[in-house]
Structure formats: C-alpha cells, structure tokens
C-alpha cells in the first residue's frame, strides 16, 4: 500500500487548508486511513482517522469541532478539512494507514503499518 499526500501550505490563524491522502495497492474495505502531525521538537501525534467500512471518525480533542476528516471512496482518498487553524496547528502531516486496527488502538501510530510522506503546515498568527 502505497499514500501520497498532498495539499499543505502556509496560513494565517483562522484560515482553512486541506490535506488529500490518495492510497494506491492493496487497500480493502477493513482499513482504517487517518493522520498524524509532528511539530518541531514534539512526538508525533494522532490527529483524526476514519474507518474506511463503515465511515466511522475519531478526532483527537485539540481538533475535534475544526477538522473534518472524510473519505472519497471511488478515487480512495482520505481528506482531512482544517478549519480555524492555530499556531499549534504547525506541523507535519502525515498520513497513515493500516487493516485490523482495533479500536483501543486507533489513536495510536504503532497500530498503522503504511505512512505517507509528510506535508508541511505552517500557521502565523
């Protein structure tokens, strides 16, 4: 399985991004697609993923009511919508895949076994 992710930049405080996460090889309906981030100096962490049967989403609190993750099934795609970004928003992204992740698990990186490169964000306030 291969990610590829896309759709970082730059922003002010308040402003929106996307990040696209396109999955290629053998993907299949018990995957869970999520994303990561790291900020400089920081471990990296969980910040929503979504269950690709089913649709079901888990947001990590510092995000939860500003991003959206969502999936397009026909291109097996994972977006990720940031909505009201903050300086602590600043990271990279990444984005993560993995099958038979229980839910336990879920916000935890070593339950996902493929990873994309990373796409930058940064916000100024």
């Known amino acids: 399985v291969q990610l590829q992710a896309s759709g970082g930049g730059s922003a002010q405080a308040g402003d929106s991004l996307r990040l696209s996460c396109a999955a290629s090889g053998r993907t299949n309906n018990g995957f869970t697609m999520g994303w990561f981030r790291q900020a400089p100096g920081k471990e990296r962490e969980f910040v929503a993923t979504?269950?690709?049967?089913?649709?079901?989403?888990y947001y990590a609190d510092s995000v939860r009511g500003r991003f959206t993750i969502s999936r397009d099934n026909a291109k097996n795609t994972v977006y990720l919508q940031m909505n009201n970004l903050k300086p602590d928003d600043a990271a990279v992204y990444y984005c993560a895949a993995g099958g038979g992740i229980i839910l336990s698990n879920i916000r935890s990186l070593r339950a996902y076994n493929y990873w994309g490169q990373g796409t930058l964000v940064t916000v100024s306030s």
């Open positions: 979504l269950r690709w049967s089913g649709g079901s989403t």
